[in-house]
């Protein structure tokens, strides 16, 4: 069975740094393009970051790009997210995903994590 676990969310103050990590079982890890996705009440979830099956292609979306790293540990079936200098618009419920090629639109993603809240105070 499928299953995404993620990590490492939390309340920081704004400024910050923190790692989210994803932990992947039942699935060939190797196989997967990895992506992250958050998303705030009332809002759809939203593209943050994305790396392909190889580890090869990285991709951010602009709110997060040159303050994010995503990164996968193939030993460990597992895909870190590290964001720096965060702020207050960054918090949100994050979500850990799973798909045979990397994209940045929610649906064409297959599997998911339960997420994990980052609160980010100002």
């Known amino acids: 069975q499928a299953q995404l676990v993620e990590s490492g969310g939390g309340s920081v103050q704004a400024g910050a740094n923190l790692r989210l990590s994803c932990t992947v079982s039942g699935l060939i890890f190797d196989h997967l393009a990895m992506a992250w996705f958050r998303q705030t009440p009332g809002k759809e979830r939203e593209f943050v970051a994305g790396?392909?099956?190889?580890?090869?292609?990285?991709r951010y979306s602009d709110s997060v790009e040159g303050r994010s790293t995503i990164s996968r540990d193939s030993a460990k079936n597992t895909v870190h997210l590290e964001m720096s200098s965060l702020k207050s618009e960054d918090t949100a419920v994050y979500y850990c995903?799973?798909?045979?090629?990397?994209?940045?639109?929610?649906?064409?993603?297959?599997?998911w994590g339960q997420g994990t809240q980052v609160i980010v105070s100002s």
């Open positions: 790396i392909t099956a190889s580890g090869g292609g990285v």
């Open positions: 995903a799973a798909s045979t090629s990397l994209y940045v639109m929610a649906n064409h993603y297959r599997y």
